[in-house]
């Protein structure tokens, strides 16, 4: 159903709708599915329980931040510019528009390469990633129609790829007699070695490629799924 956002309290989170069938309904934050600041006077899609709007989602086009006197309203401490950074990176709940994924994406990159050069806090900061990572890959799987557990194929190929080859490198080491080989002094018998277990090395890699790239460019679901609203309203 939709509607249009008559009040909403940033510091309480919560506000009321007036739906087109004529009757209002009241929300929370944790009801939003737009990554943006509601604000009275925007349109909004919507799932009415009861007297309750659930599963909100902020239209296209429709000016988010717009207050109720036609001046800017000021966003909560979790969004910036309208959008909705605590629920990109820490929500698995909802669904997420390509390009909200691969901005996030980036960011997380950004902030993993910083942590890689930096001593113990780094690898502290590398693990805290995996949360944000996940959060945005299953709620781009959401907007697919697609269950979030499939992100476990990346994951799981990678290690399982990772210790198939180090299992070949290390069968091939004992049948060649290689382990007290000075490798440094030929490096072709190094090349030797590694060679039976390169494939697994190099699947253990391009299968996370591939899935990331399956969502990030296929397209979401038009209209409702079983996860929420079409994040972009359509």
Known sequence: MRGEILS???????GLISGDDGARYSF???????????????????????????QI???????????VAGGL???????????????????FEGRTRRSHFWIGWLILLGVGVVAGWL????????LALIWPNLAISVKRLHDMGKTGWLIAIPWASSIVFFIVGLVMVGM??????MTDYDFDEDPAAMLALI?????????SAVVPLIFL?????????KGDNRFGPNPKGE
């Open 73 to 91: 309203s000021a966003p909560t401490d979790s969004t910036v510019a309208g959008f909705d950074w605590q629920k990109l990176f820490l929500s």
């Open 195 to 203: 060679g039976p277990g390169m494939i697994a090395f190099l699947l």
């Open 28 to 54: 929370v934050s944790s009801g939003l599915q737009s990554p943006a600041v509601p604000a009275a006077g925007v349109r909004v899609d919507f799932v009415p329980e009861g007297a309750e709007a659930t």
């Open 57 to 67: 989602l902020i239209l296209a086009g429709a000016p988010s931040t717009v207050g």
């Open 172 to 177: 091939a080491a004992v049948a060649n007699g």
């Open 119 to 126: 001593p113990i806090i780094g690898g502290l900061i590398s």
């Open 213 to 221: 790239l399956w969502i990030g460019l296929v397209e979401g679901q």
């Open 8 to 14: 909403y309290d940033t510091t309480a989170g919560t």
